[in-house]
């Protein structure tokens, strides 16, 4: 019977294979990691050596929108928030404590000057009244009796004088008593209309109890602050256009009818009163209006206001020379309006000034504008679409056939 006997491997021959193997794995692995490093570092080179900064692109311009500074005509604005009030505004009240009688109005009514709007109770008045009239006729009568005796004179004309005295102060007392029963009933003090109705008849009023509003509005007031440095333009009649947030949309048109002789001396402020006619009443005393008062229209250089760049209190501009660089010049800024500057120093009619991409910008900087740019990025768009269209293969070509193995 013949056995087979298996090749004996001593430990140290399998020692030897596994360091060999490890050796090989572990510098593979760094060869792997050597490549991979090497093809990130070229592509990294590419990528910083395209960009603006690196060897490829540092002088590469940055692409702006300029224009050139030209006169306009522009007239500013200034903006400030204002307050209805009515021409004429009271709140209508009682002199006496007394008993309401009666109420001869509603809420909302539109009542002429002198209107009767509430009648209080008068019978104590009245009373008095014909008491006073009484004593008033006796006193004329013994007067004109004594009169005719002085003129045959029978009496002493010290006398008569006396009576003449009372009879003017009876009908002084009437006159009073009169007075009296007209503060009974309470009446419009001018034209307007009447707000909410505050009182009821029956109710007990007195002097201060609040009876009703009236207010004038054919036309109203519309008072707003004006800094002393625009108090120039707030002339007498001076055109004021003014919105509220009721009505969007609409816009009222007022003038300026007077400028407040005191200023505010915290806020250095004027309050200015404009006067807009109201007939469809829209306008109520109270409301907010957003009011805007034009200047007069004069030339000057303007620019949109991103084109501005603000340093804290300094406002700078890029200006670009003939060599397409930049320059950064401070300028004085005029006035500020509808998304527009005027500049009134600094740069001058004919200069060519950065509108957009200032934030990309550093003295001496190259520009180009951004129109080309977008031509020439829309080009290369395009034939790298046609480029790629070149090489792709049609969904309905065959697909060439991979190269059988060879077994080896």
């Known amino acids: 019977m013949a056995f087979s006997h298996a090749p004996v491997v001593s430990a140290s021959h399998v020692v030897r294979r596994r360091w060999a193997r490890w050796l090989f794995l572990a510098t593979l692995t760094a060869g792997l990691a050597a490549c991979g490093g090497s093809e990130s570092a070229k592509k990294g080179g590419a990528s910083s050596g395209a960009g603006p900064g690196g060897p490829g692109g540092g002088d590469r311009p940055t692409a702006v929108t300029t224009l050139r500074l030209r006169t306009e005509r522009f007239a500013e604005r200034y903006s400030a928030i204002g307050t209805v009030k009515a021409r004429e505004s009271v709140t209508v009240t ?27 109770s008068q ?24 009169r005719e005796l002085a003129d045959q004179q029978l009496i002493a004309r010290a006398q008569l004088d006396n009576q003449r005295a009372a009879r003017d102060a009876a009908n002084a007392r009437v006159a009073q008593i009169r007075a009296q029963l007209s503060d009974r009933v309470i009446r419009a003090p001018f034209a307007g209309v009447l707000g909410l109705r505050q009182v009821s008849p029956g109710a007990l009023i007195t ?39 009721g009505y969007p949309g609409r816009s009222f048109i007022g003038t300026v009818s007077i400028v407040d002789t ?10 200015v009163r404009a006067d807009f006619p109201n007939v469809d009443r829209v306008l109520r005393p109270g409301m907010l209006v957003n009011v805007e008062l034009a200047g007069s229209e004069r030339e000057a250089l303007l620019l949109p206001e991103i084109a501005v760049v603000q340093v804290g209190r300094e ?38 000034i950065v509108v957009e991409g200032t934030g990309k910008l550093r003295p001496g900087a190259k520009i180009a504008e951004s129109v080309e740019k977008a031509d020439g990025a829309e080009k290369g768009i395009s034939a790298e679409k046609g480029a790629n269209a070149d090489q792709t293969t049609p969904s309905n070509a065959p697909t060439p056939a991979k190269p059988a193995a060879t077994g080896g």
């Open 262 to 271: 005191r200023l505010d001396p915290v806020a250095r402020a004027a309050l």
């Open 207 to 245: 002097p201060g109890t609040a009876i009703a509003t009236l207010d004038a509005l054919q036309r109203v007031y519309v008072d707003f602050p004006l800094p002393e440095s625009q108090l120039a333009r707030a002339g007498q009649g001076a055109r004021v256009t003014g919105s509220v947030a």
């Open 94 to 120: 009682a002199k006496v404590s007394e008993i309401v009688q009666q109420v001869h109005f509603d809420s909302g009514d539109t009542v002429a000057a002198g209107a009767p709007l509430v009648t209080l």
């Open 315 to 352: 406002s700078f501009v890029y200006r670009v020379k003939d060599d397409d660089s930049v320059e950064q010049i401070p300028v004085t800024i005029a006035a500020r309006s509808e998304g527009r500057v005027e500049i009134a120093g600094g740069a001058a009619a004919g200069d060519r």
């Open 123 to 146: 019978r104590q008045q009245q009373a008095a009244l014909a008491e006073a009239q009484a004593a008033a006729d006796e006193a004329e009568r013994l007067f004109r009796r004594q």
